[in-house]
């Protein structure tokens, strides 16, 4: 693993994922600067990725050694109702992104989706041919042809789900913590399989990928635990102490999705990663969200 201190930039740096990265970047001593666009505050450099002569003059500006871009939009629903400033974003911007990034000599690590697969042929490793259900998983398919078309050494991070310290509104798992504590009669998902996976965990892993420089090309980090939504309701129940969660139904047939498909089980394959010798490791789910739940309030 690389040691040297170098300048490292977040794109999204106020969202779940970016929050983590550039916190793991300055735990280990790199120089860190965080983008985010509404809400940038705390630090975060407000800069519109969409703007391209705004984004090239703050990147030339940096110097980075390295770009982390965690900024896109992630909520599928939301990106079948504004399809063309969701493809700007997570299509057009990664591109130009990896296209700075070749000609100032950094490394761009882009951040996609299990969603680019289909979910009929789990696991899925890093050469298998994508087939995304949704324009979510069809703009995140783009980007990295996009990025790897412009700088083939820029490198690509697959992961699934996500979940770490934020507010509900900021993930579908972390929601559900929010779902179980109502107590409201719910059906809740117990058909489709994830594989939930902490930001901080993937933090990790995109600095290290950052910081070794990782050969060009594709790769896929993910936890190992699959869970339902409903599993994941359960989890929660037995930690908050609301005994078996009476009013969570667990609702076994296919869930038809009243925006984007959904994927049964896009399991994501880590061993590109490991032939690279990066530590796939992940923290498990209960012990992550015990401690997590039961810390003292600030």
Not at 191 to 200: G, K, L, N, S, V
Not at 204 to 212: H, S
Not at 253 to 272: E, G, H, I
Request: glycine share 8%; charged share 20%.
């Amino acid at each position: 693993m690389g040691t040297d201190r170098i300048n490292i930039v977040v794109t999204g740096a106020s969202g779940l994922l970016g929050r983590s990265v550039a916190a793991e970047a300055a735990r280990r001593g790199h120089s860190v600067v965080g983008t985010a666009l509404s809400r940038a505050t705390d630090g975060l450099v407000r800069v519109d990725l969409c703007e391209a002569a705004a984004t090239e003059s703050f990147l030339r500006a940096q110097q980075p050694q390295a770009i982390i871009h965690c900024a896109a939009e992630k909520r599928p629903d939301v990106a079948e109702g504004d399809p063309d400033a969701v493809l700007r974003l997570n299509a057009q911007v990664p591109g130009r992104l990896a296209a700075l990034a070749r000609e100032l000599g950094a490394h761009l690590v882009y951040v996609s989706s299990d969603y680019v697969f289909d979910g009929t042929s789990p696991p899925y490793h890093v050469d298998d041919q994508p087939n995304p259900l949704n324009f979510y998983g069809k703009t995140k398919l783009a980007g990295e042809r996009a990025v790897l078309d412009a700088d083939p050494d820029a490198a690509v991070l697959r992961v699934p789900v996500l979940y770490g310290p934020g507010a509900p509104a900021e993930g579908s798992i972390n929601a559900l913590v929010e779902l179980v504590r109502a107590g409201k009669p719910t059906a809740v998902d117990a058909h489709q399989i994830r594989f939930p996976t902490c930001t901080e965990d993937v933090a990790r892993v995109l600095v290290d990928m950052a910081e070794q420089r990782l050969p060009g090309g594709i790769y896929h980090f993910s936890a190992t635990e699959q869970m339902t939504k409903y599993d994941v309701c359960r989890v929660f129940a037995d930690i908050l102490g609301v005994g078996d969660t009476p009013m969570l139904v667990a609702a076994v047939d296919k869930p038809q999705q009243p925006v984007a498909s959904r994927p049964d089980n896009a399991q994501l394959a880590t061993d590109a990663l490991e032939r690279a010798r990066v530590d796939v490791s992940c923290v498990p789910f209960r012990e992550w969200w015990t401690a997590y739940l039961h810390k003292p309030a600030p």
